[in-house]
């Protein structure tokens, strides 16, 4: 028998109430257990997320921010921070802040496709979250992945889409995240109205450039945040556009004042993020005569089986498999000669295929000379302070490790094959006494490296974005001292080729970080930097022809870096003027 003890008169209502029988809904129980909860959490004042976050030491201006965005945005921001400054780092302690105070489950990034699986990495190993890409074979095997998934990254290209679209705007979303919202200023393009349909507690639109022709595009994007904030559109350009000048505010302390309630913008100049400069060598390699003579008849290969294709079913996973072929050659030997002794065991292939494979395989396993390693082992001693050595393919990195560890040097390696304890154990030895890393860009992510200020890029990825996430190691907020990039180049390959058009076009490794995203923003929406590149190097007859295509190439790079450049003095003007001041 259960004995109840009443103290009080209500306690004795509680019991009146059960004999009669009237009893509040589940849902009423669930909404007072989860008030309590909130009762007894910290205030946003204390971020629960700084000792959840991993590997991460968020600057005083980006925990102001969290705040700011948490206290008085009500989660509802345009997060217009410059380029490199770390919009990312506050759009996942938010996060992670509403997801561990119970306040969001449901989390929907949308991202350019370049970036979809940055923000996976950085999800995961900065914040330890999760997050599933639209793109996975786990995520298209269900047939609404939408409502199955908690936390989705997608492109917002493919998120826009028809049947994708009514799957999307079907689910509600506790947090949207959109990086580079720029892309929205237009209220009628199909981006616009996705978000804006998109059914969300929280939203946070990350733009580093929110207007570029018009102020109507901040009137735009800050009425996806809060609708009505700045009027209708007619009224907005009435109050606050000078007529005649549509990049000319007027009633700018009334604006200021409005924009406040939705904006965050920090400056470099005003917070000395990433104070250091960064400078590049380029190391120009001549290749040994057998090296070259492989190079080139493989190149003939690729190019042909490129143009042609080896079976019109599999045009393009042969397509990708040449591509990788042309990228191991320019990396090492030992990169490219299992894949060539691999496809010409493949019977799928034609014979006389098998055949030439073959023959590329037993020319590779003959070059007798390395005069890429060579040069590495002449530049080592010569680079003062601990040094990365980055290639892009595990079989080049174990050749290296082996190589210098025959020349009696000590060395830390890093590396996708690793568990996650070696991995931390190899980082605490490149932090004490070994002043060498080798390492891949897989077995490098998420990882702390800026007590290193030297990398050596042994090969060239042909994406310009992975030359920057590589850089971005040692080149963060928090390094102290310059960074030095030392680029290996062989001559006439098709690495020195992209080097000669992001070093003498762009100036690419004298940017501020995150600057060359932005300039490549744009050529690449449609298409990746690599098989645009591929396409050239693919449709070349001769040298003379590859240099127009990539000169080419070249100036449409200068076009995208002017113009960015225009869009970011036009931003610092505006928005020095109407963005929130510090403390506000």
């Not at 400054?85 to 350019?112: D, F």
Request: overall charge neutral; hydrophobic content about 40%.
């Amino acid at each position: 028998m259960l004995s109840v003890v009443f103290h009080t008169a209500e306690d004795a209502q509680v019991l009146e109430r059960v004999k009669a029988g009237h009893f509040s809904r589940t849902s009423d129980f669930y909404l007072r257990q989860r008030a309590l909860q909130l009762s007894v959490s910290p205030g946003f004042e204390t971020l629960m997320s700084l000792q959840a976050a991993r590997h991460l030491q968020p600057l005083d201006y980006q925990l102001r921010t969290v705040r700011h965005v948490l206290m008085n945005l009500r989660g509802r921001a345009l997060l217009c921070d410059e380029v490199g400054m770390g919009k990312t780092v506050e759009a996942g302690l938010i996060t992670l802040e509403y997801i561990l105070r119970g306040l969001v489950r449901r989390v929907l990034v949308l991202s350019p496709p370049s970036l979809v699986e940055q923000w996976q990495e950085e999800m995961r190993s900065k914040f330890n979250l999760d997050f599933i890409v639209y793109d996975s074979a786990e995520f298209k095997a269900h047939p609404n992945p939408w409502a199955t998934f908690p936390r989705i990254i997608a492109s917002i290209d493919t998120a826009k889409r028809g049947s994708k679209q009514e799957q999307i705007l079907a689910v509600p979303y506790d947090l949207v995240i959109v990086d580079e919202a720029h892309h929205l200023k237009k209220q009628r393009s199909q981006a616009y109205q996705l978000v804006s349909q998109l059914k969300k507690k929280y939203i946070l639109l990350l733009t580093a450039t929110p207007v570029e022709n018009d102020l109507e595009e901040l009137f735009n994007l800050i009425t996806l945040l809060f609708p009505g904030q700045l009027e209708t559109a007619a009224s907005f350009k009435r109050k606050y556009i000078t007529r005649g000048d549509p990049l000319k505010p007027k009633n700018t302390e009334t604006l200021k004042q409005l924009i406040r309630e939705v904006m965050v913008r920090n400056r470099r100049s005003e917070t000395g993020a990433i104070a250091c400069r960064r400078s590049a060598d380029m190391i120009r390699i001549e290749l040994t005569p057998e090296e070259k003579a492989f190079y080139q008849r493989l190149t003939v290969f690729v190019r042909v089986s490129y143009r042609v294709g080896v079976d019109k079913d599999q045009t393009e996973v042969h397509a990708f498999v040449l591509k990788i072929l042309q990228r191991e050659a320019g990396s090492s030997i030992e990169a490219v000669l299992p894949t060539l002794k691999k496809m010409a065991a493949n019977q799928d292939y034609p014979e006389s295929l098998r055949g030439v494979l073959t023959v590329l395989a037993r020319q590779a396993g003959n070059v007798p000379r390395r005069a890429k390693v060579e040069t590495l082992l002449k530049l080592l001693p010569r680079i003062q302070g601990k040094v990365i050595i980055f290639t892009s393919f595990t079989e080049t990195q174990h050749y290296l490790v082996q190589t210098l560890r025959t020349h009696g040097l000590l060395m830390a390696e890093l590396h996708s094959g690793l568990r996650r304890q070696e991995k931390e154990e190899q980082v605490r030895l490149f932090a004490g006494d070994v002043d060498i890393l080798v390492s891949t860009e897989t077995g490098s992510e998420g990882r702390n490296l800026q007590f290193a200020n030297n990398i050596i890029n042994y090969d060239l990825p042909w994406n310009p974005m992975r030359i920057e996430q590589r850089i971005g190691r040692i080149h963060r907020i928090g390094q102290e001292r310059d960074v030095h990039i030392y680029n290996f180049s062989a001559v006439d390959t098709i690495e020195a080729h992209i080097l000669e058009i992001l070093d003498a076009k762009i100036n690419m490794f004298q940017l501020v970080v995150g600057e060359l995203d932005m300039i490549l923003g744009d050529l690449t929406e449609k298409r990746d930097f690599e098989d645009l590149i591929m396409d050239i190097w693919a449709r070349s007859d001769n040298d003379e022809s590859l240099k127009l295509e990539m000169e080419e190439l070249g100036d449409r790079l200068v076009v995208a870096r002017d113009h960015y450049l225009a869009v970011k003095e036009l931003d610092d003007r505006l928005l020095g003027e109407l963005a929130p001041e510090e403390g506000e």
